[in-house]
């Protein structure tokens, strides 16, 4: 299902998006070409599996620490967090009320890195 006809969301309406079950707190609520926007609100614990596409979080709301290979930082509102497609990555230790734009792009396998 094509969700391109509005290009105008709000953090609200596509929080209203999400599912009622705990185990399923991902809703995509715009697509483009190779972009997917989805908001995703895990609850209790972070089950993600590596991805095949270049992934973008942007923090809407909630702490905690992202981990991402070995790294671990801590993260809050306002805040982006990038991950290369197939890396290993997940929330933890995060506030009840975690909530975070998850941006899929790219082809599968993710983008090459730009030099620099």
């Given amino acids: 299902m094509a969700r391109l006809a509005r290009a105008h969301l709000t953090t609200a309406e596509s929080l209203r998006q999400l599912p009622a079950l705990p185990e ?4 995509i609520v715009f697509e483009h ?3 997917e926007v989805g908001m995703y609100a895990p609850r209790g614990s972070d089950p993600q599996t590596p991805h095949t596409r270049d992934e973008v979080y942007v923090v809407v709301r909630g702490r905690g620490t992202f981990v991402h290979g070995e790294s671990r930082r801590t993260f809050g509102p306002g805040d982006l967090l990038f991950v290369p497609a197939g890396a290993t ?3 933890e230790e995060f506030s009840d009320d975690l909530a ?3 941006l899929f792009y790219g082809p599968e396998g993710g983008e090459r890195p730009t030099a620099g």
Avoid: C, I, K
């Fill in 24 to 27: 399923e707190q991902y809703a």
């Fill in 89 to 91: 990555h997940r929330f």
């Fill in 100 to 102: 975070v734009w998850v």
């Fill in 33 to 35: 070409g190779t972009l």
